[in-house]
Nanobody
Framework: QVHLVESGGGSVQAGGSLRLSCAAY????????MGWFRQAPGKEREGVAT????????VYADSVKGRFTISQNNAKSMLYLQMNGLKPEDTAMYYC????????????????WGQGTQVTVSS
């Protein structure tokens, strides 16, 4: 069984940057898609950025386009999210997720989730 472990969250001021990392442990074969999702208190979980891990296509939420970049290192089973120009509204718990069964747009079918890492942006 695969485990996803996120790291890199923290507290920053508006305009700052953070780089989230997600390490995948347990599988010897690659996923079909992976992504970063976030959930703020009182709000529904939303997709932030996803990647077709076999083709490389990326998809971003409109709210983060131009500020966030998702990338992967398949050799190291790692997923990253570079976040620049952070805003207070980016404050949320960020989750890494993966689908090892099939590809789905925006990785909506992801069945494997990490525990999350908190990102807090102050104004």
């Amino acid at each position: 069984q695969v485990h996803l472990v996120e790291s890199g969250g923290g507290s920053v001021q508006a305009g700052g940057s953070l780089r989230l990392s997600c390490a995948a442990y347990g599988y010897t074969y690659s996923s079909y898609c992976m992504g970063w999702f976030r959930q703020a208190p009182g709000k529904e979980r939303e997709g932030v950025a996803t990647i077709d891990t076999r083709g490389g296509t990326t998809v971003y939420a409109d709210s983060v386009k131009g500020r966030f970049t998702i990338s992967q290192n398949n050799a190291k089973s790692m997923l990253y999210l570079q976040m620049n120009g952070l805003k207070p509204e980016d404050t949320a718990m960020y989750y890494c997720a993966a689908d090892y069964r099939r590809y789905s747009p925006n990785c909506v079918g992801a069945e494997t989730w990490g525990q999350g890492t908190q990102v807090t942006v102050s104004s």
